[in-house]
């Protein structure tokens, strides 16, 4: 079949020089559907396709963001915090518990800084009842010597409390790969993202399902080939990597998708093996053969057995491995764009000194680099790879809302 974009090249000529129409049509596949507070998409980009490797609905990297998006980000905060109501002043945001790392309560008061700089009050709490043993509140220093204190949350009459502050919208950044045990729907306090949609209950399986149709609608819309947008993958049910149960039908599958990938460089192929509810990189193998999976020693398939809060991994992603083209200071790097009621408001280079272009970057030697997306506008060139990222991005995110859909039915 013949498509009239069909290239990378004649892809990023056509959204630089189609910004707004592009827009308007992801603006139009949005309406009605309940797009996340906010998500992060990490993307990577080939010699041949740009494709979204995840995405996170509780992202917590916005330390990470340049602080020109920072301060751009306000104004879409605000556009999606006025959709559940036009008179929210007092705002909480609800971490996770990992308040040992350092890096992610900056990520907390960079969050915060921006909402307060666009005019709400803002403070932490948490139903951990592991942080408040001495006291109903724990002020904790950051990385960057940010003060961040966290008041033990209350419930009064279905509606929620940061100590003794009434609080007008609460902000959940907790992931839930351990759910919180609260009976979220007697709440009266709106929550968002919605708690229904944490690792506990999300697969990756289905977001990639999502995004196959949303990205094929797309490409159809605009008559782009659709292997220009997405990595290909499979998935697998049922394994269990502590009794090696499944692992020769999952090695099969491996090598399934394999033989799809089309390349000039056979030795270079790979595929990510991800667990379908992994978060924090965990739960992810890169193989050339499906003899790998079979012959995978102990130690490996521990690591893949269980992840975050012990959540058992049986449902598997089988994703090709996208090979990153783009380096930073010598190292792999791969894109990740944040977004903010589905409108891209900032981005990030990671990059890894100790992975190749064809593995997992997202882990142990990681360092970020940050970067501005605020000034996209309809054809500036030298925004191209930019403008590429946000699309595929918001994609993503449409993607994530007709999910969300399936997972509250």
């Known amino acids: 079949m013949s498509y009239d974009i069909d290239s990378k090249e004649s892809l990023e000529s056509f959204i630089t020089n189609n910004w707004n129409k592009v827009n308007q049509y992801i603006d139009e596949q949005s309406k009605n559907l309940p797009i996340p507070f906010y998500t992060s998409v990490d993307i990577r980009e080939s010699k041949d396709k740009f494709a979204p490797v995840d995405n996170n609905i509780y992202p917590a990297g916005f330390n990470n963001l340049c602080q020109l998006d920072l301060d ?62 001495t006291s109903n509140e724990v002020t904790l220093l950051s990385q960057s010597k940010f003060e961040i204190k966290i008041h033990k949350a209350v419930i009064n009459d279905n509606i929620l409390f940061a100590g003794e502050t009434q609080l007008d919208f609460a902000i959940l950044n907790n992931d839930q790969s351990n759910p919180i045990k609260i009976d979220w ?47 290909l993958f499979l998935t697998r049910e049922g394994i269990d990597f502590s009794t090696k149960e499944g692992l020769e039908e999952l090695g099969n599958t491996v090598d399934e998708l394999l033989a799809k990938i089309k390349t000039s460089e056979d030795d270079h192929r790979k595929v990510f093996v991800k667990a379908s509810q992994g978060t924090y990189g965990m739960g992810i193998s890169v193989v050339s053969s499906g003899e790998e999976i079979v012959s995978m020693n102990r130690k490996n398939r521990d690591k893949m057995n269980i992840g975050k809060n012990k959540i058992k991994f049986t449902s598997l992603l089988v994703q090709e491995g996208v090979d990153s083209i783009l380096r930073y200071d010598d190292m792999a790097a791969e894109i990740t764009i944040y977004l903010a009621g589905g409108k891209p408001i900032g981005g990030f280079v990671r990059a890894n000194e100790s992975r190749a272009a064809n593995e997992n970057l997202n882990s142990r030697g990681m360092v970020f680099r940050k970067y501005c997306i605020s000034e996209i506008r309809e054809k500036n060139d030298f925004q191209s790879k930019e403008a590429v990222y946000s699309i595929i991005a918001r994609l993503s995110t449409v993607a994530a809302a007709k999910e969300s859909i399936k997972l509250n039915q």
């Open 185 to 231: 729907k007697t709440i009266k306090t709106p929550i968002a993202p919605s708690p229904s949609l944490g690792w506990f209950k999300r697969q990756k399986n289905e977001h990639f399902q999502e995004y196959k149709t949303v990205a094929n609608q797309f490409a159809e819309e605009f008559s782009i080939d659709p292997c220009l947008l997405q990595a």
């Open 72 to 133: 751009a980000s306000g104004k879409q905060f605000r556009e999606t915090i006025n959709t559940f109501g036009n008179d929210i002043e007092k705002i909480g945001i609800i971490p996770e518990s990992n308040t040992k790392n350092l890096f992610y309560l900056d990520h907390l008061a960079f969050l915060s800084k921006a909402l307060m700089d666009e005019g709400y009050e803002v403070t932490f709490l948490s139903f951990d009842e592991n942080l408040f043993e």
